[in-house]
Every structure is written in C-alpha cells, then in structure tokens.
C-alpha cells in the first residue's frame, strides 16, 4: 500500500488524514490496517514512533462508521489501554484528529487526577475510551463503567504493561470483556511472557511486525564520551552550548539527579525543566507542552517519566547516567530519528559499572560505539570500555544497528521485570506516576556515582512483602 486512498478508509477519515498531511502510510500501518479493517485480530510488534497509533485508530474508526450505533450509559464501544497517562493522552488526541469529521465521543480515565470529571464523562456512554489500566478498573469497580458492550479492544505497550506490574489488572479487565470483540495488540518486543498473554486474549490473530530498533537505530548517530563522573555536569553543558540542538532529551536515572541536573544547566544560562514522577500532573502538562512549541529545548527525564513523550524533531538525546537495561538504551534513543529525521545520541560514561552497562548495550545492539576520550588526564588510570565487541567493526560506521529482530526477550532479565508487589493497597491509592523510580541519588555528595549505582541494582527489586513507597510500580 503506498497511499492512504488504497485502503478505502471512509471518507471523513481520509480528509482527516489529508489535513494531517499523512500521504505515505507507515510499514505498520501498510501491514495492519488492511487486516484490521476487516475485523480480523491483530498483534503488531511495533515500537511508538512507528505510526502505530493510526494503525489501530484508523480500522477501528472506519468500523465505527460502518455500524453507528449511539453508545448506552456507561459504556463504550472501543476500549484502549496503555501503560502511562501521557500515552493515554496522545492516543485520545489521535483518535479525535483522525475522527474530528465523525460525531465521535471520547473520553480518558487515567490514574493521578480526581474521578469525578472522569465518573461524568462516562455517564452518557462514549465511543473511545482510552485508559490506564489501575484507573479503568477503579471505575468499574465503582460502578461507574461496564465493560460489556466493548466490541474493539487495544492494548498498546503490551511489554512496557507487564513490566510495570499491570498484567493482573490486564486479565481481570479482559474477563469482564464480551468473548465476542476485536483485539489488537501491540508490543515493542514479544518475549514469551507477552506471548502467552497474547495467545489468551485473540483469536486467530494476523501477526504483523516492523523492526523499529534496527531502523530507528540505522539513522542516529551514536557517540560514548568517556568522561569523569564530577565533569559530567560540565560536558552535558559543554554539549548543550556547542552542539546544533533543536531539542535535546537528558535522561537521568533516578528523579533527583534530574532536578539536580537542571539545577547545574539553569546555573549555566541554558533554560531546562525536569519532567519526573514527583512532579505534579499540572507541571508534566506544561513542561511537554513547552517542550513541543520548543519554549523549552532541554527536557530532563527519567526513563519512567519519558515513556510515551510524543515529542517530534527531538534532536539529541543524552544519557547523563547509562542504564543498566540495554533496551531501555534503545528506548532512549529512539526518542530521537522519529518520523524519519536524523538524531544524534550521546551516552556520558564515567568508569565503574557504566562500561559494564556499555558492554550490555553493545551487546544487544551488536555495533562497537565509537567512543571519546573526555576524561582529564590524571584520571585516565581508569581502563577505557573495552567491549569484547570492539575489535568487530561496527556494521554502520558509527550509525548503530540492530540486525536482531524485537522477539528476543533479553529484557527477562535484571530489574526491568518488576511485578507489582502484591500489597493490599486500594486501586486509588496506588495512582500516582513514577513511583518505582528510584528516589536516591545515585551519586553521593561528592558527585561520585559508583556506590549508587551498585545500590540501584538491588534497590531496583523491592523486597516482595515490603515495597518501599517510591518503588511501587507506576500506577496510572
Ligand atoms: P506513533 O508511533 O503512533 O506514536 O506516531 C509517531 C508520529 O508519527 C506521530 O507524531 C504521528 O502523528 C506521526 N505519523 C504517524 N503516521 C504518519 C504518517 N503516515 N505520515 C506522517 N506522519 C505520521
């Protein structure tokens, strides 16, 4: 398919579309809107920033069309779920830009924000509702949703909803929904986990996929600056200043080295803000909305907080602090290079545990990093990153590439599998986002980072009868 025209979208679709100036469908969009506009089941391995919104939205919208039918109080006929509230944001303002020539109702029930408007919203019955899962449950239970006259159900980040302890909530969700309904279901990676979940949730499904981490990451260009763990703050400005940044996302791995890292970039005269889970609702809203008009060029964010950042003509991504969990690498910078722009990724790497992390994520990306030598002689001693790749020429000069396909599930390991720690929390308690971000610094005054890395890593898995407050798993 190399037109919108070819999949006979109806007509208040396509003039949507051409007022968004969508001309070209994406490969997940050629591949799963003729398959879904047949009412066929449909997994997509796709990553956000593939078009796989529309590839949902728009099938499920031209069905709508074909059967309209004026919602019952309390209910709707397209249920999406998706981990984060941002994400539930972005996926509701698609749906009404695709459907703003169709009378579509629609509404959001995410966690973090009061119920009432939410509980009101649904009274008369919606078309579209999208929802985090905690919330979506917490209005059923409430009386203030029923769940039986879905006939579309999405759920988006299969992998990102297990990884953040949702799949419970996923599985009590489903059961109260009609057996008879289309599914789609889309997952940046498809470990068994996520399979076995799929195998029970569709029938019969189109399996559809697209390699966005190999084509995502052909197009940024990486860069490992080896530097001193002190200077970091220093080079990150050094980079803002001197690099052409349109906008540039800093991630930072735990809240407070985020606030700590605008704090040293307010002081260097560059405007940042940081975006994390202890930042209010209200706050998240105005920041991204500052980042998208480009009020503001540098966003500080944890990787919690960034999940479902929509942001296009994002130019540089920098890691201040390397994740310990190689996809959560290619996550990053896959924020940049959307919709097909190039983007640069800069990881600043101190010695200790982050060449171990580096190693992980040449690994996994199967491409040697190029690196340079920051650091201030005299503290050179420490041994460069020597991953055992390094003598392997990289595959794309310094473009990295990924020729592994998204269905391993190397994410099985290490603190990426968080599951909810079964505490008998009521649902509504449980709403605030970021929770099990980590709230320590992971570097100690002296801005030496080692030991609090090491500390991350056990930190990182809650002991199973006792979460700590701030590790909770975000709920919605
Ligand atoms: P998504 O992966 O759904 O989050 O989409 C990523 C970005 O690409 C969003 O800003 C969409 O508006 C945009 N987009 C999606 N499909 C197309 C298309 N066919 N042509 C141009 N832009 C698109």
């Known amino acids: 398919m190399t037109s919108f025209q070819d999949f006979g979208l109806a007509d208040p679709i396509s003039r949507a579309l051409k007022e968004e100036n969508y001309v070209t469908p994406t490969p997940i969009q050629a591949q799963t809107i003729p398959i879904a506009i047949t009412g066929r089941d449909v997994i997509g391995i796709a990553q956000t920033g593939t078009g796989k919104t529309a590839s949902f939205a728009l099938p499920i919208l031209h069905r709508l069309l074909e059967n309209r039918i004026k919602p019952q109080p309390k209910t709707c006929r397209v249920l999406v779920l998706s981990p984060t509230r941002e994400l539930s944001g972005q996926i509701l303002e698609s749906f009404n830009a695709y459907g703003r020539h169709i009378k579509l109702t629609s509404a959001l029930t995410i966690g973090g924000v009061p119920m009432g408007r939410q509980v009101r919203s649904l009274m008369q019955g919606v078309d579209v509702l999208v929802a985090t899962p905690g919330r979506l449950l917490d209005m059923v239970q409430g009386n203030a949703l029923k769940l039986g006259q879905v006939e579309f159900l999405v759920l988006d980040e299969a992998d990102r909803m297990l990884d953040m302890g949702f799949i419970n909530d996923i599985r009590k969700i489903v059961a109260k929904l009609p057996a008879k309904r289309q599914t789609l ?147 990053r910078i896959g924020r940049t290079a959307r919709a097909g722009a190039d983007g640069t990724a800069i990881s600043l790497v101190a010695g200790g545990e982050e060449l171990g992390y580096l190693r992980d994520i040449e690994k996994l990306i199967r491409v040697t990093l190029p690196k340079e030598d920051r650091r201030t002689p005299g503290h050179q001693q420490r041994p460069a990153a020597a991953a055992p790749s390094q003598h392997r020429p990289a595959r794309s000069g310094s473009h990295g590439h990924n020729p592994r396909s998204n269905d391993a599930a190397p994410g099985s390991k290490g603190p990426r599998r968080r599951r909810r720690p079964g505490g008998g929390m009521p649902q509504s308690d449980r709403h605030e986002a970021g929770r099990h971000e980590q709230s320590r610094p992971s570097q100690n005054a002296k801005g030496e980072g080692i030991q609090g890395v090491a500390f991350l890593h056990r930190e990182s898995r809650p002991a199973q009868n006792q979460p700590r407050r701030d590790q909770r798993p975000q709920r919605s």
Do not use: C, W
């Not at 407070?256 to 605008?262: E, L, R």
């Not at 609702?281 to 909305?289: I, K």
């Open 185 to 331: 279901f889309f997952s940046a990676t498809m470990p068994k986990d996520i399979a076995d979940l799929a195998e029970q949730m569709l029938q019969n499904p189109a399996r559809v996929a697209v390699t966005p981490v190999a084509s995502t990451v052909e197009r940024i260009t990486q860069k490992i600056l080896q530097v001193d763990h002190s200077a970091k703050p220093a080079i990150l400005a050094q980079i803002l200043k001197t690099e052409q940044v349109n906008r540039a996302l800093v991630f930072t791995r735990t809240k407070h080295g985020a606030d700590k890292v605008v704090k040293g970039l307010v002081k260097a005269g560059i405007p940042a803000e940081a975006i994390h889970g202890n930042k209010s609702q209200n706050h998240r809203e105005r920041v991204l909305a500052a980042f998208r008009t480009g009020d503001i060029r540098t966003l500080v964010a944890t990787d919690i907080a960034a999940r479902g950042i929509d942001v296009d003509g994002i130019s540089h991504v920098i890691n201040f602090d390397l994740t310990n969990v190689p996809e959560t690498y290619v996550h």
